[in-house]
């Protein structure tokens, strides 16, 4: 790895490390218009021959530093995940988008029955597979999430702080994730959406203790969280939201969540073995929250190339799910909207 | 008025021709679009009009960095300071350039001249606490690391309410 971008020790020796676990080259980008969590594009995702780590070009200090930490970890799970078995991602087929529009266009109905103003039908086809991939996206990454803060937490006690400040951040912005659309969506996959991110914000939450909030608290803006505890932070969050139901379902996910994660042994050895476990850990707890959502039948295990071609043919699954649901009632120019 | 203000007001007192302007302006142009050499012949030409600007000689550092070029660098930084002492912006350049020429004791030295002039410089804090991460003076490191984490979210949160009122 050679980069221009000054980086702090820690970070330095984990790229570093990185690289040498997986025998692979890491390079660092930073764009403008990246994500705030940044982007890894990876070559055990994509046909390229080097990883690339995108960071937002206004991140110059530690905010750069702790994505780079996450994204290396991320890479080292994935890394280890393709050199020791098969690299696999959940991911749909044809068959699997019906599945799954289907049971959310059969819940929609129920909801439907007890509204006083309905839904225009167009709207409510369309929502069928926004919704679908949706939770396509956030089973992805969202259990990941977890494991790989967790990872970063113990692993490099030195940016915590810049830790706590993204977790908050990432927090706020999944929770008003789906707020626009609360009336249009179905009210299991609103409140199902809702709990899996509670569960990860009070897993998390647990992780992350208080005294790690200085010296984020000498900053104004954050003044009004002083004396609070990150759990009381997350929770209060959460309490006083108009989902509270969430919580419920959220109190269910986070005991899937804390079930397998409380045994990983966070300091041990780095190895590819470890990561790899890691990898495992992390699977199986995709398939329980999958479970728990009864979506078994809606996604597949398979590698990341069936995704990347899954998503190409989206529009073409869409429409056939359609076909398959609504049968001659369906026009083109419903799907088309 | 703080240092960094006072600085710059005396700085503008010089003012370059309209010509130079013109082509700094286009070169930052090009070096936000990574188009370094093509933006260091705009800087050079704007220092052949008017050698005694000190933002040319930082514009064309700040293109030498990123093409890796610290050693050049360097000098540019050193012309831009002996026109300008309180110039903080060249003194948080020339920090960066001594840190990636591995010099952290001197990194320390120029950075911490660029965070008294300029205490909100969220860059010159982060190469001062690399610097000293460096040389193993870690409680110092991380004094300099969280004044540099609380300038780096003061600014994350107001780029979010930008992006929010848009």
């Known amino acids: 790895m050679k980069t221009e971008i000054p980086l702090s020790k820690p970070i330095r020796r984990f790229l570093t490390s990185t690289e040498e676990i997986l025998d692979t080259e890491i390079s660092l980008l930073r764009q403008a218009d990246a994500e705030p969590g940044g982007t890894l594009v990876d070559i055990y995702t994509y046909d390229i021959e080097k990883n690339v780590i995108i960071l937002p070009a206004q991140y110059i200090g530690l ?32 068959d699997s988008v019906y599945r799954g529009m289907r049971q959310i266009y059969l819940d929609a109905l129920k909801d439907e029955a007890k509204k006083e103003t309905k839904l225009p039908v167009q709207k409510l086809i369309q929502m069928l597979f926004i919704l679908f991939a ?13 494991i790989v803060n967790a990872s970063v937490y113990h692993r490099m006690p030195k940016i915590r702080k810049t830790q706590l400040y993204h977790v908050m951040k990432e927090s706020k912005t999944d929770m008003d994730e789906m707020m626009e659309q609360e009336t249009i969506v179905p009210r299991r996959y609103f409140v199902l959406n809702k709990a899996m991110f509670y569960a990860r914000d009070m897993f998390l939450a647990k992780t992350l203790p208080a005294d790690e909030l200085m010296p984020v608290l000498n900053i104004p803006q954050m003044k009004k969280f002083n ?14 939201t108009a989902w509270y139901q969430s919580k419920v379902f959220g109190d269910n996910m986070l005991a899937i969540m804390e079930r397998p994660l409380n045994l990983v042994k966070w ?5 590819l073995d470890y990561y790899f476990d890691l990898y495992k850990i992390g699977v199986n707890l995709t398939d329980n929250l999958i479970s728990y959502m009864t979506m078994r039948d809606w ?19 869409e429409k056939k799910a359609l076909k398959k649901i609504f049968g001659d009632l369906i026009t083109d120019a419903w799907e088309d909207g | 008025m703080d240092d960094a203000s006072r600085a710059k007001i005396c700085r ?58 610290y050693k050049e660098a360097l000098a540019d930084c050193e012309r831009a300071l002996a026109l300008d002492q309180n110039y903080a912006d060249a003194w948080s350049k020339k920090g960066l350039v001594l840190y990636n020429l591995e010099r952290f004791d001197e990194g320390i030295l120029a950075s911490t001249r660029a965070t008294t ?18 040389l193993g003076r870690n409680d110092e490191a991380q004094e300099a690391y969280g004044k540099s984490l609380e300038l780096e979210i003061i600014l994350d949160m107001d780029a979010e309410r930008k992006k929010v009122g848009r």
């Not at chain 1, 990150?230 to 209060?236: A, F, G, P, Q, R």
């Open chain 1, 299 to 317: 996604f597949v295990w398979e590698e990341p190339k069936h995704l990347l071609e899954a998503h190409k043919n989206k529009e073409e699954f």
């Open chain 1, 227 to 240: 004396h609070l505890e990150v759990k009381e932070m997350l929770t209060t969050r959460w309490t006083q």
């Open chain 2, 12 to 69: 503008r007192t010089v003012m370059p021709v309209k010509e130079v302007v013109e082509l700094l302006k286009r070169g930052k142009a090009l070096a936000k679009r990574t188009k370094y050499k093509e933006a260091i012949i705009h800087f050079e030409k704007a220092l052949s009009l008017d050698p005694n600007y000190p933002e040319s000689w930082l514009l064309r550092a700040t293109a030498f960095i990123e093409t890796g070029r």
């Open chain 1, 267 to 271: 300091d041990a050895e780095p190895t």
């Open chain 1, 63 to 94: 905010l750069k530093d702790f994505v780079i930490a996450k994204q290396c970890t991320n890479l080292l799970i994935k890394g280890a995940a393709a050199k020791k078995s098969r690299y696999l991602v959940c991911s749909y087929t044809e």
């Open chain 1, 134 to 146: 949706h939770f396509n996206d956030d089973i992805n990454e969202l259990p990941w999430n977890a």
């Open chain 2, 117 to 134: 002039l300029n205490g909100n410089d969220a860059a010159a804090w982060y190469i001062k606490g690399v610097c000293l991460d460096e």
